[in-house]
């Protein structure tokens, strides 16, 4: 069994996928020369129809040394169809798909099934973001693997949270809709696992994950999942009816990020979670607040409903609330994030250019969840009454 799990851990077992896929790193001799990250963002990629240049930054625990030269290798592409198709699968790990996807499931699909599918996206990604930094297991080190992403390896990668998300969300969209309405269940099973596998070998190709990262990832968030769908019901009606659910919600995500694993190198992982669990915070907000208005309106008769014909008047329709609600969930993002931030750095005595002064914890915490928070209710609360206004 510590063979197994140990190769399973292991780097060879990434690079080998990769290479069967056809992405491999070139021989060190063809390499390019060690440089300084500065000379990094200087230089321009060396890149051929075939060839290219990844450069890997980490901490000491992930590969390189924060301030010490940073090797820019070369990694060979022999099938740009699974190239491209899996960097695609794991966009769908990344807030680009949180805040354009969730969104469009609650305006166009049904508000019922995207509240329980946010309340499971938030629960499955914070206990997956602070297992890392509890855990502490590193990437798979490079070589013998080819990194595709460098935004995220300074973070550690037990559990893998792409797979977590792409195991949570479309499963989660399942349960919650397969007695909602008339449609094949099998149908959505086999897209269920299609989406989940897609993105969790996205992560094993683009060099983030070792597969032992991947598989725990996906057998963490099927626990979580099963032992939660008993109480979804319940703890809607909680979000819904209780005056205080509001301000336990806000809370529970403030303290949640505030409280965070502490973390023994700077990385993107606390500032993730932050916008993750305040996102959920403000949609309970939102929650509470259609239902207390009754802004959302509720099918009169009981489940299950049919599917609706997609006709051009709907597919206009849909196309019309998306692209108005995310333009306004964008502008919003923009301001609230710049006035979030101006303010916290003013009360923490720092500059809001200062990029160091945005990792402190009395900083990057308080803006994000105020940005992310008030996030949650405009595209819950404010772009539907948008919608409503409009006619759509």
């Not at 851990?9 to 300084?36: H, I, M, N, T, W």
Request: positive net charge; aromatic residues 10%.
């Amino acid at each position: 069994m510590d063979e197994l799990l140990n190769k399973l851990r292991g780097p060879e077992l990434v690079a080998q996928f990769q290479r069967l896929c056809g992405l491999s790193l070139l021989p060190e001799d063809k390499a390019a020369p060690r440089r300084s990250p500065q000379a990094d963002r200087q230089a321009e990629p060396v890149c051929t129809r075939r060839v290219h240049t990844t450069a890997c930054r980490g901490d000491q625990t992930n590969g390189t040394v924060p301030g010490a030269p940073v090797p820019r290798k070369k990694y060979k592409i022999e099938n740009y169809f699974l190239y491209y198709l899996f960097l695609f699968a794991a966009t769908l790990g990344q807030e680009v798909f949180y805040i354009t996807f969730l969104p469009f499931c609650y305006w166009n699909i049904d508000p019922y099934v995207a509240r329980r599918v946010i309340n499971i996206w938030a629960v499955v990604m914070y206990i997956g973001q602070a297992s890392k930094d509890v855990l502490k297991w590193p990437r798979p080190p490079s070589p013998p693997v080819v990194k595709l992403e460098v935004r995220v390896d300074a973070e550690y990668g037990m559990p893998s949270t792409h797979a977590m998300a792409a195991t949570a969300i479309p499963f989660s969209f399942l349960l919650a809709s397969m007695n909602r309405y008339k449609y094949p269940c099998e149908l959505g099973l086999l897209l269920a696992l299609a989406i989940c596998i897609l993105v969790s070998l996205s992560r094993i190709y683009t060099g983030m994950h070792t597969v032992l990262d991947v598989l725990c990832g996906v057998a963490i968030t099927v626990l979580l999942v099963a032992a939660s769908y008993p109480f979804w019901d319940a703890v809607e009606t909680f979000q819904m009816e209780n005056r205080f659910a509001p301000v336990l919600a806000l809370s529970l995500a403030f303290l949640l990020s505030i409280y965070y694993p502490e973390l023994d190198h700077w990385s993107t992982a606390r500032g993730d979670t932050t916008n993750i669990v305040s996102a959920g915070g403000g949609a309970a907000l939102a929650t509470w607040i259609n239902h207390q208005w009754s802004l959302i309106p509720e099918p009169v008769s009981a489940p299950p409903y049919e599917m609706p014909s997609l006709s051009t008047g709907l597919i206009g329709r849909m196309c019309a609330r998306f692209a108005i609600g995310i333009v306004i969930v964008f502008i919003a993002r923009h301001l609230i994030k710049s006035v979030a931030l101006t303010v916290v750095c003013w009360l923490a005595g720092v500059s809001p250019r200062d990029q160091e002064a945005r990792k402190l914890l009395r900083v990057e915490v308080p803006y994000k969840y105020i940005t992310y928070s008030c996030l949650g209710v405009v595209g819950l609360a404010g772009c539907p009454a948008v919608h409503r206004y409009l006619s759509l």
